[in-house]
Every structure is written in C-alpha cells, then in structure tokens.
C-alpha cells in the first residue's frame, strides 16, 4: 500500500530560484520531474492524463522550455512505497527566470488545475540545464 505523502514547495529553494532569475548567472534548468498520478487522471491512457500532458507542453512551450522526454516507470530498485512514481519528465527552461514566469503563462491556469486533478504526488529536482 502506497503511503500518502505531503507535498512542500521547499522555500528556500524557491527565494534561490528567484536570486539565480534575477542575476547575470541566469542560466539554462532542466527539471526532472517525478510523478505518481491519480486514479483520475487514468495514467497512461486516461483523458485526464493526457490533457495534462498537452496543455504542459504547450505552456512550457510558451515560456520557451521543452519536455525532452517523458519515461514509464518500470519499477522501484531502491526506496520505500512513497518512493513509488509512474513516471519521470525531463522539461528543460532556457532560464530560471522563464521557468518562474510558468505559473503565470497562457494556459497556466488550466495546466495546474489538472496537475492538481492527475498529480498525486511529485518530487521535482533542479538540475543543470546547459553544457
């Protein structure tokens, strides 16, 4: 059984997204994204889920980003139940300060309306989006 988790928005790690967007080292991110999905959302086939996927990519399109793939779990080698995901996405942002401006793009609205609906519980990693 698969144990319910909270997810939190690591401060911290937000207020060191917005320095990096506001300075001359603003750069390309890639974020690697965790998802267990909901019985809602019907992953991989569901109209929820796929949805999802559409109105993601295309908002992260808006603010210049791409999904560079997207990868089925196929099960968990190492962790605990809450570890578990069905699925991991690569989405790279030409800059930090483009990924803040996510949240408030065309489209944004709809995209977290049904990440709230399909995401049950995501972890989400900043990684180096350049050479």
Same mark, same amino acid.
């Given at each position: 059984?698969? *144990? ?7 401060? &911290? ?9 506001? =300075? ?8 690697? &994204? /965790? &998802? ?5 959302? !019907?992953?991989?086939? @569901? ?13 992260? @399109?808006?603010?210049? @980003?791409?999904?560079?793939?997207? =990868?089925?779990?196929? !099960? ?18 030409? =800059?930090?300060? *483009? ?5 408030? *793009?065309e489209g944004a609205d709809s995209m977290l309306r049904l990440? /709230?609906?399909?995401?049950? &519980? ?6 180096? !989006? @350049?050479?």
């Amino acid at each position: 059984m698969i *144990s319910t988790h909270v997810m939190r928005i690591q401060e &911290n790690e937000v207020e060191a997204l917005k320095r990096i967007a506001a =300075s001359a080292d603003d750069g390309p991110v890639l974020m690697l &994204n /965790q &998802n267990r999905y909901s019985r809602e959302a !019907g992953y991989p086939t @569901g109209r929820e889920y796929l949805s999802y996927i559409k109105i993601l990519e295309a908002t992260v @399109g808006r603010v210049g @980003g791409k999904v560079l793939w997207r =990868s089925h779990v196929q !099960g968990l080698l190492v962790g605990c139940e809450h570890d578990c995901f069905h699925e991991i996405l690569a989405i790279w942002y030409p =800059s930090h300060k *483009s990924f803040l401006k996510l949240s408030k *793009s065309e489209g944004a609205d709809s995209m977290l309306r049904l990440r /709230q609906v399909c995401v049950e &519980n995501a972890v989400v990693h900043r990684c180096k !989006g @350049g050479k």
